[in-house]
């Protein structure tokens, strides 16, 4: 317990980013940009799939939930951070500081849990081709995508409960110093360092249940390629290599990229307050916007939608834009 200085506040202070104040406007757009090649980029994405018949197939599902997931993570921390930036009004109120952490929690959650789904998904399609369609039917498709869902609210209803229970006779927390969180969101840790009750059982299930979703996670993802690898080199082939690799590059990318990002915040950062901040903006801003540049640069099938999408718009220019601004402007 930590009694002093305690009072009650109704509103936190987002300190933001460590930017210089001459430098707001270049970063500001900056993540501006950065921010709309990742609305755009996923929503191209799910589009694509949603259009191209030939897209409709699990790992295309389990893209589609990807990208949604990206999409949802990004714009709950990145909107906000953009508005602070532009108006140097850093006030969040409690209520939009605890959906923040919730939704942030839920769409974190929810990319692990389907970054693992689809790393099973391609562990049948190379070890078992064959069975591939009666496995992967469209039942446990939508089954493990619920599942993912159900698990992600579920975890982050924990977390969320027991950090409003801190304030058990009021709906505010209750404060030891100041209001002022040291991110540019409302993170959980962020939060608890800040609360004068006992953090301890929070902390507890940080470790407890959030190591063990991430051991279940990268237990599943590195299984599944150990596998994988296993079965190319039991019988190693050009061909077969090159097959494996189409099938399993893209997502292996997006791994990589997903946790080798904050592993090497982790152990590169000497600070603990500006790697948790290097690391959030890397896997709330950068993975999500390279994420459908990743998909679409490497994988033929998303590159052969994208062309057909392009000819039909093209098509329809020619066919029927052109031929009503031709009459329009005889009209006149």
Known sequence: ?????????????????????????????????????????????????????????????????????????????????LMNMQTQQQSISYVGCISQMYFFILFAGLDNFILAVMAYDRYVAICHPLHYTTIMREGLCVLLVAGSWILSCLHDLLHTLLLVQLAPEA???????DNTIIHYFCDLAALLKLSCSDTFLNELVIFTVGGMILFLCIGVILGSYIRIGAIILRVPSIKRFSKAFSTCGSHLSVVSLYYGT??????SSSSWGSKDIIASVMY?????????????????????????????????????????????????
């Open 1 to 81: 317990m930590r009694p002093e200085n305690q009072s009650s506040l109704s509103q936190f202070l987002l300190l933001g980013l460590p930017i210089p104040p001459g430098q707001q406007g270049v970063f500001f757009t900056l993540f501006l940009g950065m921010y709309l090649t990742t609305v755009l980029g996923n929503l191209l994405i799910i589009l694509l799939i949603r259009l191209d018949s030939r897209l409709h197939t699990p790992m295309y599902f389990f893209l589609s939930h990807l990208a949604f997931s990206d999409i949802s993570l990004s714009s709950v921390t990145v909107p906000k951070m």
């Open 171 to 177: 709906e505010l927390l209750s404060f030891c110093a």
């Open 262 to 267: 904050s592993t090497g915040v982790y152990f």
């Open 284 to 332: 709330t801003v950068v993975t999500p916007m390279l994420n459908p540049f990743i998909y679409s640069l490497r994988n033929r099938d998303i590159k052969q939608a994208l062309e057909m999408c392009v000819n039909r718009v093209k098509f329809f220019k020619q066919q029927i834009l052109n031929p009503l601004i031709a009459v329009r402007s005889i009209g006149r």
